[in-house]
Nanobody
Framework: QVQLVESGGGLVQAGGSLRLSCAAS????????MGWFRQAPGKEREFVAA????????YYANSVKGRFTISRDNSKNSVYLQMNSLKPEDTAVYYC??????????????????WGQGTQVTVSS
């Protein structure tokens, strides 16, 4: 089992940047594909970005492509989401998730086994 703890959220003006971090417990972090999702008030949870176990393959939602970058450091049991050129519509609670079965990035949230508690990102206009 793995526990995930997100950090790095906050309030930022439109056009600004934030870097989210997700720290995982356990010694098998490198065996999990990882993803970031978000949920805005009154909306369904949506996929943001995902990364393969080794960090080579990455997928992004069209809405964040070119602005967000997912990365991981298996030596630090961590996955990151660098968010640039933030927009008010990026406001949401951001969650990281771990998938223990897939080697490739996973877009479908129902495939993930473990979730963090979330971190709030608010982008003001």
């Amino acid at each position: 089992q793995v526990q995930l703890v997100e950090s790095g959220g906050g309030l930022v003006q439109a056009g600004g940047s934030l870097r989210l971090s997700c720290a995982a417990s356990g010694r098998t972090f490198s065996s999990y594909a990882m993803g970031w999702f978000r949920q805005a008030p009154g909306k369904e949870r949506e996929f943001v970005a995902a990364i393969s176990r080794g960090g080579i393959t990455k997928y992004y939602a069209n809405s964040v492509k070119g602005r967000f970058t997912i990365s991981r450091d298996n030596s630090k049991n961590s996955v990151y989401l660098q968010m640039n050129s933030l927009k008010p519509e990026d406001t949401a609670v951001y969650y990281c998730a771990a998938d223990r079965r897939s080697t490739a990035p996973v877009v479908d949230g129902s495939e993930y086994d473990y979730w963090g508690q979330g971190t709030q990102v608010t982008v003001s206009s």
